[in-house]
């Protein structure tokens, strides 16, 4: 197979919908409940306008369909998609001082365990590290643990993210400096 790393556009909402869709309902429903999963993907688990119009949110594809999705931000939002929940924090991080945010890595089941999770990871880290970043800092669900550990990100907290209905989600905190 074949896979191409590109910036994602508006017209790329509805695919990248999909991809996380079925992401989360397949490969994160031994770490969440479906209440949890439900609820996330009305909420956090949602695209992030933002990202795309920042140019900094990635798709992978294989052929013309759209399979991963992920990216980076040079704001100080830590997770979350245009309709969580909490506060979206927009302010403008300065490369000399903060972390850049790695966000939103979602893989397609069909195409799991095929090291498209490191591909956009890396593609991220490599776009926030020509932007002048020397940090990066997630918001990680459980599932994605341990990938980023195996990485060179650490575990420096964890935290419970509301999703709506009165249910939350685990979050962990993750950073790596370069």
Do not use: N
């Amino acid at each position: 197979m074949s896979f191409q790393v590109r910036v994602a556009v508006a017209a790329d909402v509805a695919a990248i919908t999909e991809v996380i869709g079925a992401s989360v309902r397949e490969l994160q429903a031994a770490d969440y409940t479906a209440a949890q999963i439900e609820g996330a993907l009305a909420t956090v688990f949602t695209v992030d306008s933002r990202l795309i119009a920042d140019g900094t949110y990635l798709v992978v594809s294989e052929g013309e369909r759209i399979v991963g999705c992920g990216g980076w931000s040079y704001r100080k939002t830590l997770y979350g998609g245009d309709h969580q929940v909490e506060t979206i924090e927009s302010s403008l991080l300065d490369p000399a001082a903060d972390a850049a945010k790695i966000r939103a890595i979602f893989v397609h089941p069909d195409f799991a365990r095929m090291g498209l999770g490191s591909l956009i990871l890396k593609a991220a880290e490599d776009a926030a590290e020509e932007a002048g970043f020397r940090r990066f800092e997630m918001g990680s669900t459980l599932t994605g643990v341990r990938l980023y550990a195996l990485k060179g990100y650490r575990e420096v907290g964890r935290i419970a993210v509301p999703v709506g209905g009165g249910e939350e989600i685990g979050v962990v905190r993750m950073v790596k400096e370069i």
